[in-house]
């Protein structure tokens, strides 16, 4: 029987225990722009008592510089409704810009903005803005995640924000400016161990993104297979893949910690292996605990991996089958 991506998603489908953080972005949804903004604001800056994120490079701010460079000779009104249209995901230039940004240059953005809020040159809130109950409910419900967590609900607000350009197509922008590397915290594991896995397709999968070697990752990959990320769609096809992992899985820490593997009639082998893994954003300071579920194909490629975030740590420990 051939290999299909959607019986490949529901391998260890017991792994996908109820998250909160869909349901806190969900709740963050339901709020108004300015809530919105304001939420963003108490969130991080609550959080930055305990962990606040490495500044962003150089380089990396550059293609988020014009934008920051017209905000700040903005007058206070303009900053706010500048900063309501991004978040609202409005059709104005500087919304449409945003929109184009990858992940990590729209979280630069942000931390830039969030610098020039602290020194006073750029309004947090709206003047006269009054906090409305829904902002404390999903403040309170943000405090009782662990920080791996949070992060993850400040990232995805984030990446949501801008005019939705998926549909504009590549020729409406000059893209193709090259991704920034984040420099490593941490020298790469060279041998990778997991309590309970030999799979070589696996190990040499860990190693490979632990040294930023896309290509290799990637030659481990079926030409069909896929790479599911947490709370997204699989991402199909060598090409695809190896964009986004330039985009988003640079400089990454992963460190599994154990895992099973099951052998299928077919001579394919399905394999759940738990761990942490760390962002270059906050280092050492901040763990997600993860999940890996990997369907090898008889061959021993990859034919799809899928990226969970746990509910739980103690989920790390939840190994059963099914
Ligand atoms: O609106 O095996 C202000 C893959 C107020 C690859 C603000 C992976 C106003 C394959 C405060 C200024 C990548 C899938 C905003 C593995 C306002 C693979 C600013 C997994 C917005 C393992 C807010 C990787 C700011 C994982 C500055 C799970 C917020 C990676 C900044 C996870 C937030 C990475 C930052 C995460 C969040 C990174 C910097 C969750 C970074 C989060």
Redesign the pocket.
């Known amino acids: 029987m051939a290999l299909t991506i959607q019986s490949a998603q529901n391998i260890f489908s017991n792994t996908q225990v109820p998250s909160q953080i869909p349901a806190t972005i969900a709740l963050f949804d339901q709020l108004s722009v300015d809530d919105?903004?304001a939420y963003?604001?108490f969130a991080?800056?609550e959080m930055g008592k305990t962990i606040t994120?490495a500044a962003p490079g150089a380089a990396r701010l550059q293609l988020a510089e014009s934008l920051l460079n017209q905000i700040k000779q903005m007058s206070a009104e303009e900053q706010t409704r500048v900063?309501r249209d991004i978040?609202s995901r409005a059709d104005s230039p500087i919304s449409r810009s945003y929109g184009f940004f990858s992940v990590n240059t729209k979280?630069a953005f942000?931390?830039e903005?969030?610098e020039l809020?602290k020194q006073g040159v750029v309004a947090?809130i709206p003047t006269g803005y009054q906090m409305s109950p829904g902002v404390q409910l999903v403040l309170e419900a943000t405090k009782k995640l662990d920080p791996?967590q949070q992060?993850?609900v400040?990232?995805n607000?984030?990446v949501n924000?801008g005019f939705d350009t998926s549909d504009l197509g590549p020729s409406s922008y000059p893209k193709a400016v090259e991704e920034p590397a984040f420099t490593r915290t941490a020298p790469p594991v060279s041998s990778v161990k997991i309590d309970g896995i030999t799979e070589p397709a696996v190990l040499g999968?860990i190693e490979a993104?632990n040294a930023d070697n896309f290509d290799q990752a990637i030659s481990l990959f079926t030409p069909d297979g896929a790479?599911q990320?947490?709370f997204q769609k699989p991402i199909v096809g060598h090409q695809a893949i190896a964009k986004?992992?330039r985009e988003?899985?640079q400089g990454?820490n992963?460190m599994p910690q154990k895992g099973i593997c099951e052998n299928l009639s077919d001579g394919s082998k399905q394999l759940k292996i738990t761990g942490v893994?760390q962002?270059p954003?906050?280092g050492v300071t901040v763990g997600?605990n993860?999940a890996?579920r990997f369907l090898i194909n008889p061959e021993g490629k990859i034919f799809f991996?899928a990226?969970d975030?746990l509910a739980s740590p103690e989920e790390l420990l939840n190994l059963r089958r099914v």
């Open positions: 919105q903004l963003l604001w991080y800056t994120p900063m978040a979280l942000w931390y903005l969030g809020m947090p791996g992060i993850t400040l990232r607000t984030v924000m999968y993104m790479l990320p947490p986004y992992m988003e899985a990454l992963m893994v962002t954003w906050f997600m993860i890996w991996v990226i975030m």
